[in-house]
């Protein structure tokens, strides 16, 4: 737990002193999340470590809450810090600003996707406001209701097949993950009998235009735009992470017409321990599919039975972004496990 608190609140600790102090400090959250990370990862060779499956982690949920909360500072903070009167130059500003969106996509999504498993009431609603504040609120519901369903199989928009590039999968996972959460969570209130004011999409949607609405007011055009590009740059970092993670791995059809049972050969995996500690350890993706109610610190990697990515999550991330080097590296691989 250590660890994973350093790795995880540090960031946010240098964006503010960057942000008060200026110049060459406004760097330092930016060279923590891209340089410091991947130094970690190749200069210091750790062997991947598994907690007891078994074991309770006390102060586990604390983190969670606590950097949930650190995320709205810390939107507040970069909009007044790139779009305010911070009296900062534009370098600073730019530094600070994608140091924040990189927070954003590889810190607060982990956040918010573990709390929306949670079992308190309190927690799950937080994840759905971190989310609801990126506008990207949906994901809350596709991920649970249609995602952990679906996953490796056709009918997940967030499982890319085989031969598809990032960018086309992009532009079809973002409204398909929308309808498909949409329709997921429609069916479930039909089901239970529920009034149609308790669907979690007026959340997404009225959370979404009260941010929007709030930030023109508070902060301007100019606040709004910075608004929206990180919003934008959050949002591409999570399609990124569920492309890279379940890229062109997919479940058998049984003789029944079903997919055979979530195993941990449908999601690829990471061993690297620094990037691993600050995104909560979400290159463990298979155990979080097989075992989604075990606690972030206990799950397990097994290189056996796990497809493991060639390098760190957020290092093949940057490689999606290249999409013949991509399926150069990543199509042999996918075909071994399939």
């Not at 406004?26 to 410091?36: C, E, I, N, P, S």
């Not at 810090?81 to 999504?109: D, E, M, N, W, Y």
């Not at 995602?147 to 499982?159: F, G, L, M, R, Y």
């Not at 890229?247 to 321990?273: F, K």
Request: aromatic share 8%; net charge positive.
């Amino acid at each position: 737990m250590p660890l994973f608190a350093l790795a995880t609140l540090t960031p946010a600790a240098l964006i503010a002193f960057g942000a008060l102090q200026g110049g060459w400090a406004a760097a330092l959250g930016l060279l923590y999340m891209t340089a410091l990370v991947a130094l970690m990862d190749r200069l210091i060779a750790r062997a991947a470590i598994n907690s007891d499956p078994e074991a309770e982690f006390p102060g586990s949920d604390a983190l969670l809450a606590a950097l949930g909360v650190a995320h709205f500072a810390l939107l507040a903070l970069v909009l007044w810090t790139v779009a305010g009167a911070s009296g900062l130059h534009a370098l600073p500003r730019a530094a600070i600003g994608i140091a924040c969106g990189l927070v954003f996509g590889q810190i607060s999504h982990p956040v918010a996707h573990e709390l929306i498993h949670k079992r308190p009431r309190a927690l799950r609603l937080l994840g759905r406001l971190v989310y609801t504040s990126l506008l990207t609120g949906h994901h809350a519901s596709a991920h649970l209701r249609v995602h952990h369903v679906h996953v490796a199989t056709a009918k997940d928009p967030n499982s890319p097949p085989m031969g598809t590039g990032f960018y086309r999968f992009a532009l079809s996972a973002a409204p398909g993950s929308f309808r498909a959460g949409l329709a997921a969570e429609s069916a479930m209130l039909t089901r239970g009998g529920k009034p149609r004011w308790r669907h979690p999409y007026l959340l997404y949607v009225g959370g979404g235009m009260a941010m929007i609405a709030g930030v023109a007011l508070l902060a301007g055009w100019r606040g709004l735009m910075v608004y929206i590009a990180l919003c934008l740059y959050a949002q591409m970092q999570i399609l990124l992470s569920d492309y890279v993670q379940h890229y062109g791995l997919s479940r058998r059809t049984r003789t029944d017409g079903a997919p055979e049972p979530v195993g941990p050969q449908h999601s690829w995996n990471a061993p690297h321990w620094f990037s691993s500690a600050v995104t909560l350890n979400a290159p463990r993706h298979s155990d979080h599919h097989v075992t989604p109610s075990r606690a972030y610190p206990a799950l397990q990697l097994d290189a056996e039975r796990m497809p493991m990515l060639p390098r760190p999550l957020p290092v093949m991330a940057a490689v999606a972004l290249v999409p013949p080097l991509w399926r150069r590296m990543m199509d042999a691989r996918a075909r071994r496990w399939n």
